[in-house]
């Protein structure tokens, strides 16, 4: 079992940056899990926004792509989301998870999710 604990969320101004930080505990995490965060915005579904493979390549949507950036540190056991230049269609719950099937871009890839952490970026 895997838990994860997500963090850093906030409200923003647009142009701004923040970066969360996605813990884990339970069973060893060091490389066993692909990485992903997902955001969901009100009244619409949950899409991928980065993820990170065990050995460390990463892959972002096109909306965040140049803006975001997804790394770990398996020593301490975390993701991290950098986010820069944010914007008010960033706004929403930020979830990161863990998982090893599939590609990676579907949250069915995944077997364990934090509880999300709120963004919100003002105009």
């Known amino acids: 079992q895997v838990q994860l604990v997500e963090s850093g969320g906030g409200l923003v101004q647009a142009g701004g940056s923040l970066r969360l930080s996605c813990a884990a505990s339970?069973?060893?995490?060091?490389?066993?899990?692909?990485m992903g965060w997902f955001r969901q915005a009100p009244g619409k579904e949950r899409e991928v926004v980065a993820v990170i493979s065990r050995s460390g390549g990463t892959t972002s949507s096109g909306s965040v792509k140049g803006r975001f950036t997804i790394s770990r540190d398996n020593a301490k056991n975390t993701v991290y989301l950098q986010m820069n230049s944010l914007k008010p269609e960033d706004t929403a719950v930020y979830y990161c998870?863990?998982?090893?099937?599939?590609?990676?871009?579907?949250?069915?890839?995944?077997?364990?999710w934090g509880q999300g952490t709120q963004v919100t970026v003002s105009s």
């Open positions: 339970g069973r060893t995490f060091s490389s066993l899990y692909r």
């Open positions: 998870a863990a998982g090893l099937r599939g590609t990676g871009w579907s949250s069915g890839d995944y077997d364990y």
